[in-house]
């Protein structure tokens, strides 16, 4: 609720379900293994069907990312990059985060 709410302040023109179906994907997607994402897409899929999911653009951010790795002598990876992504998404409605496991 509080990733959806900072949404829709965020993006007052989104209309209530594409926000929630953001907020579920955007705070739950970071949780998951790489095998369960398709499986949880597709319930999304069924719990709002013929609705179309936005991505977002990360512009700025993702530059960024990708110029501190080329900087690191690190490849930009895209899966890399969205999982840099996700913990920053992650961050910003959890008050205490824990990496945990294999990077990928």
């Known amino acids: 609720l509080v990733m959806a709410g900072q949404l829709k302040r965020a993006n007052p023109e989104l209309e209530e ?3 929630l179906i953001r907020a ?3 705070s739950n997607l970071p949780k998951f293994l790489h095998d369960d994402v398709p499986l949880f897409m597709s319930i999304i899929q069924d ?3 013929g609705v179309e999911i936005p991505n977002v653009d990360y512009g700025r951010l993702q530059e960024s990312i990708e110029f501190e ?3 690191a002598k690190l490849q930009p ?3 890399y990059v969205a999982k840099i992504i996700q913990l920053f998404e992650t961050m910003l409605v959890r008050h205490g985060v824990m990496v ?5």
């Open 47 to 49: 719990l709002f069907p």
């Open 77 to 79: 990876v895209p899966s």
């Open 100 to 104: 945990v496991g294999l990077t990928l």
């Open 24 to 26: 579920l994907r955007d």
């Open 69 to 71: 790795m080329d900087k």
């Open 17 to 19: 379900h594409i926000v």
